[in-house]
């Protein structure tokens, strides 16, 4: 069944919508509280950080230094316990507690203008990925060593991360001052997927029922939904012109919700409904784009990564509100075999698939169930 069968199959269903004497110029997703779902993290030009649930309702309010460009709820070290992640304009990377125990602190060569926080390796912790002002990504570990850098020739608007090449690992997606939607998969290369959106106002992936849709908008308020090719799966307009988009599971596990920041000081929340789920998982079973489907990037586009660290698992051993202590495991597989591809569908192998077939276990490819053997490689 293809996705073009599925024209309609989405309804927009408006939560919420929050108004500030001070425009919102950031928005996160974070497990503030005990609940289930997370809450709303805002940014305002006031000087505030204000919580808000999946209806809109205000939770807290705090004071908040306006030199800092985004900030994270996350559980990074995989322990149960969500701590702050804020990026400044001045180039600080600050990860701390809740009541506000400093754990590290780091300062990057160049401003940080945005960001994003998630898993992009094989181990359960997360990964923070920081967009810098002179066209630099970075990727840093949970101890806040860096893992990988990327130079990109133009400006970088908007940077995101999602299961893009794979149904396993998620990839950095950014959209630059060409309005292009780049690949960024530290394993690899930059890749780009074709969309035809000549003005693109706010970016976000999207997940549902554990498929990556990209969530585009525009300069006419208008928000596209498209698949893994960059083909209009869905759209939906707002009343006012898009500022930035968020996504995460606020009323559903499985499907997430779109939070709009708008110019006119307006936040919208909008819940995603599925009106056949059978037939839509049906439909996504297998990713919409192999790996090999995107064109390389030609430009002068430079990856340096650290493969001694991304080949390191990290783990708390203990940590107070002022400091970390880390006991790091080092992976058997050598660096050449980092990059390996199933030879029949084109996947990246996970590391531990890699290290079984170096040893002569049985693995099999993720993505399409074939058998891996040594010899199918030239190690």
Request: aromatic content about 10%.
């Amino acid at each position: 069944m293809s996705w073009k069968k599925f024209s309609k199959s989405l309804n927009f269903v408006k939560k919420g919508s929050i108004f500030s004497q001070s425009a919102f110029y950031f928005c996160s997703l974070g497990h503030f509280t005990q609940n289930s779902t997370p809450e709303i993290l805002l940014l305002s030009y006031d000087e505030k950080l204000s919580i808000f649930n999946s209806e809109g309702k205000s939770l807290s309010k705090f004071p908040f230094s306006s030199d800092v460009s985004a900030l994270f709820l996350k559980d990074i070290y995989d322990k149960g316990d969500n701590v702050f992640v804020s990026f400044s304009y001045s180039g600080e990377i600050r990860v701390f507690s809740k009541d506000g125990g400093e754990i590290w602190k780091k300062t990057l060569p160049s401003g940080i203008v945005n960001g994003i926080v998630g898993n992009l390796d094989y181990d359960p912790g997360l990964e923070i990925v920081v967009l810098l002002e002179d066209h630099r990504i970075f990727v840093l570990n949970n101890q806040g060593q860096v893992m990988a850098k990327y130079q990109h020739p133009t400006d970088i608007l908007f940077v995101d991360i999602g299961k893009i090449n794979s149904t396993q690992k998620k990839v950095i997606v950014f959209v630059d001052q060409n309005n292009s939607v780049n690949v960024l998969d530290i394993e690899a290369s930059v890749q780009k997927i074709p969309v035809d959106i000549p003005v693109i106002t706010g970016f976000t992936t999207l997940s549902l029922y554990d498929q990556t849709l990209l969530a585009v908008g525009d300069n006419s308020n208008t928000i596209h939904i498209l698949d893994k090719k960059g083909n209009t799966f869905e759209t939906y307009r707002c009343r006012a012109p898009i500022q930035s988009l968020s996504a995460g599971p606020l009323f559903s596990p499985d499907i997430d919700a779109l939070v709009v920041l708008t110019e006119n000081n307006h936040m919208e929340i909008i819940n995603i409904e599925v009106k056949d789920p059978k037939a839509y998982i049906e439909a996504d079973k297998k990713p919409v784009v192999a790996a090999s489907a995107f064109p390389i990037e030609k430009q002068s586009a430079k990856l340096d990564l650290n493969t001694d660290l991304y080949q390191k698992t990290p783990s708390i051993q203990s940590r107070g509100k002022s400091e970390s202590k880390f006991e790091v495991e080092k992976s058997s597989i050598h660096s050449s075999a980092l990059n390996l591809r199933c030879p029949e569908c084109g996947d990246y192998l996970a590391k531990t698939l890699i290290a079984r077939i170096l040893s002569n276990k049985d693995a099999y490819c993720e993505e399409c169930g074939k058998d891996l053997k040594r010899s199918d490689f030239n190690f």
